[in-house]
């Protein structure tokens, strides 16, 4: 499964790859923490998952969302976010998202989506 991971904190992208380090899920991992850096990841590789963070430093994780779901449609989309108020998981799954996650209480769902999917 490839999976591309969005985030600007270096913390976050660790624990996820440690997440899935230990599931043995991603035959590709690859991670970026700028909107530019994942569009051409995204565009280069059409990952299988995308872990999305909404605050990135160059542009919205919802611009980005709205990128993969363009170009990659087939893409699954995670919002994984502190932004987690009902306003954005609204908007985002009206955008596209299949899942929007709380970074603060939702970091063992990531295993349970990605097992859903392989």
């Known amino acids: 499964m490839d999976i591309l991971i969005v985030d600007d904190s270096k913390l976050i992208v660790s624990k996820i790859t440690e997440l899935l380090d230990d599931l043995e899920m991603a035959t590709s991992l690859k991670s970026c923490g700028t909107y ?3 569009v ?3 565009d280069s590789s059409r990952p299988f998952v995308a872990l ?3 605050n990135l430093p160059d542009k919205s994780g919802i611009e980005l969302l709205q990128h ?3 170009y990659s449609p087939e893409t699954t989309v995670i919002m994984f976010t502190n932004q987690s108020s009902d306003y954005y998981k609204k908007l985002c799954f009206k955008m596209g998202a299949d899942h929007f996650l709380d970074k603060s209480k939702d970091f063992d769902n990531i295993r349970h989506i990605l097992a859903s999917l392989s």
Do not use: P
């Open 68 to 70: 993969v779901k363009m």
């Open 36 to 38: 530019a850096h994942a």
């Open 40 to 42: 051409c990841l995204i």
């Open 52 to 54: 999305l963070d909404i």
